[in-house]
């Protein structure tokens, strides 16, 4: 089946005007299949992690949104523990007027601004509610531990104090958070 | 012929369909690890066919999709003792040569399909009175 004018456009134009912080690459043997990565929002505790997700176009694609799912683990109230992400564009807010693009941008908007009022991730979320200072924590810790893996040893090094060292569970947890400031 | 969707958007839409139970009421499966995202590995059942030996018994099993899933079947291996042809003794494992949908498989099939197969396979006449291993045995 030939791919749709549509498809190429988008293609070529987030080749040609790429956004910035956000990347996606469709692979040679399926021209409907992206290879993506999101960095995280400077403002949020995704900051200095670059996220990969995958992203596929449906057969009826522009009538039904794109599908989306992070591949590196996250620690946010709107995505699951299988990278599924609960977000209006991508459900009934959809347009086909919407692209590639504006979902990708809109998933980036997403990571500065959780919602835990609409959670994925019921035990996020609560965290979220309950002691948010915590919870963006966690998320810190995540960034750091699954996040950046694309950065060379030195330049995560010159990271590493922007970063808590423990998660929750985590033995010495409780020193590690007085010591952080945190409390 | 239509947009081929990659391994991982397949895995979820059977995940989903799995869930939310529209399957075959006799066969379940679901994720092994609820927090894989590789999504390999699947564990099933199959309740048995009735008027056979197998009525009222339940059957677990594995299933590990691999890197090239849908587009070659995955490994299919009991945990629950069973007495059939297509299944190694010693270990479990289906042997993919013996079980018509694992032998001819297409990427249209799903491990739903499988686990109904092998259900239809325990009803066949010629195994449907096969004499089975105590009902709690294990692998």
Known sequence: MALPKRIIKETERLMAEPVPGISAVPHGDNLRYFDVTIDGPESSPYNHGRYKLELFLPDDYPMTPPKVRFMTKIYHPNIDKLGRICLDVLKSNWSPALQIRTILLSIQALLGAPNPDDPLDPNVAKKWVDDPDDAIREAKVWTWKFGMDYLGFEERKKLRSDFPTMAKGDENYHRAKISDGTT | ?139
Request: charged share 25%; glycine share 8%; aromatic share 6%.
């Open chain 2, 1 to 139: 012929m239509g947009a081929k969707v990659p391994r991982n958007f397949r895995l979820l839409e059977e995940l989903e369909k799995g869930e939310k139970g529209l399957g075959a009421e006799a066969c379940s499966y679901g994720l092994a690890e609820g927090d894989d995202l590789l999504m390999s590995n699947w564990n099933g059942t199959i309740l048995g066919p009735p008027h056979s030996v197998h009525e009222n018994r339940i059957y677990s099993l594995k299933m590990h999709c691999g890197e090239e899933y849908p587009d070659k079947p995955p490994a299919v291996q009991f945990i629950s003792q069973v007495n059939l042809p297509c299944v190694n003794p010693r270990n479990g494992v289906v042997d993919p040569s013996k079980l018509p949908c694992l032998a001819n498989w297409n990427r249209d099939m799903t491990m739903e399909t499988i686990l109904i197969e092998l259900r239809r396979y325990m009803a066949h006449p010629s195994h449907k009175k096969l004499p089975q291993p105590a009902e709690t045995l294990e692998y």
